[in-house]
């Protein structure tokens, strides 16, 4: 049997196995009082780092997102030290790396590919369709067919590849009805191109529409200790139909770290610059929530960044988060929160506390939000 008919085998196994809901993690999912204080047991771990399924896919319990890598919050960085620094966390146990055609465009995937061709059947990577990149349309969104299909094609040849490991719509299209998006993608399934696939910033109602067609594995969105949206919007859905999901921005664009204060200004090529929750007035009414994060972080023997990813990690049993970095030290970091896990009753603590706090400004601007799908 050759790859593509390997490939194509393995992705018939995945569209037949929908609601597959398999991995250790799971044991944590369904007693939570388990974990303790602890350091999870080494079993179902590897270079300090827990492996997680999303779906049917196994890959480390944190991604690396590779967005920041093009300049996404300003500054311009060297290929070389930023195919370095994928691989440096290639090292460390990461398996599972994000990126999209319209990251650059086309930059980050190009790197990515570079970075991880030594070792491509080792790891999982994430990439998305969904704007009209080809068009010469970047923020516009496009899931129509025949564009996925470009897509996805360009994404091989950037990423050296001949299938991706997950697949995502990046945006939800209104103009293509999500069934229509759903079976094309099926169909690249059935032809070994995709062996998962997912949805970005979707809603409930589309997830499941799509998985309807096709089942999904995974769905991106927004999260983060100041962000909780996705538990009432979508998590019950996904844990019932068995979707794993993947975080985006876990550390609030590094405000969670604690390296933002309120005086801290951002420039038009930063991408913080004209969110909300990034105004000075927003900034200085929100250092109590740093404050908090930084008190358990200490009681934990965490830093701040750690402390964020063990919160996120320690709510559900299918969560992998994908924070970005273009720092080999603050990779070295967040990776520090591979096996740390916080007690059921630690949590509901930090919630109480949690909800003390009273925050200001809301997390995207106005034609951000305008393509979130609701």
């Not at 270079?47 to 999303?54: I, Q, V, W």
Request: charged fraction near 25%; charge should be neutral; hydrophobic fraction near 35%.
């Amino acid at each position: 049997m050759d790859r593509r008919d390997f490939l194509k085998t393995a992705s018939m196994t995945t569209l037949m196995a929908a609601g597959e809901w398999t991995g250790l993690s799971k044991v944590f999912a369904q007693n939570p009082s388990q974990v303790k204080n602890e350091r999870i047991s080494r079993s179902g771990t590897s270079d300090g780092m827990e492996y997680r399924n999303l779906g049917g896919l196994d890959v480390s319990a944190i991604g690396l997102g590779c967005l920041p890598m093009v300049g996404y919050y300003g500054g311009k960085y060297d290929k070389r030290e930023m195919v370095a620094l994928i691989r440096r966390a290639y090292d460390k146990g990461v398996t599972f790396f994000d990126t999209a055609e319209v990251y650059g465009p086309y930059t980050s995937e190009e790197w990515v590919g570079e970075a991880l061709a030594p070792f491509r059947d080792k790891v999982k990577i994430g990439t998305k369709f969904g704007f009209g990149v080809e068009e010469k349309q970047p923020t516009a969104l496009n899931s129509r067919p025949d564009h996925i299909r470009r897509a996805v094609e360009g994404s091989f040849q950037r990423l050296r590849t001949d299938h991706i490991d997950l697949l995502y719509q990046h945006r939800v299209d209104p103009n293509v009805p999500m069934e229509e998006v759903a079976g094309t993608v099926r169909d690249l399934m059935q032809e070994g191109k995709v062996l998962h696939w997912g949805l970005s910033e979707a809603s409930a109602r589309s997830i499941r529409r799509a998985h309807a067609v096709c089942p999904l594995s995974a769905v991106q969105s927004e999260y983060a200790i100041w962000w909780h949206e996705p538990e009432t919007k979508i998590f019950p859905t996904l844990e019932e139909l068995g979707i794993g999901f993947v975080p985006y921005c876990p550390l609030g664009r590094a405000f969670l770290t604690g390296v933002i204060d309120g005086n801290s200004r951002f420039k038009q090529g930063d991408r913080r610059w004209n969110l909300p929750q990034f105004t000075p007035e927003a900034l200085k009414h929100n250092m109590p929530l740093v404050a908090l994060v930084r008190k358990w972080a200490e009681q934990k023997g965490l830093t701040p960044t750690q402390f964020a990813l063990v919160w996120m990690l320690s709510r559900k049993s299918w969560i992998v988060p994908i924070p970005g970095t273009t720092n080999p030290d603050h990779l070295d970091d967040l990776l520090g929160a591979g096996t740390v896990r916080l007690s059921a009753w630690e949590l509901e603590t930090f919630d109480r506390e949690y909800a003390q706090i009273d925050l200001m400004g809301h997390r995207a601007d106005p034609f951000t939000e305008s393509q979130i799908d609701k």
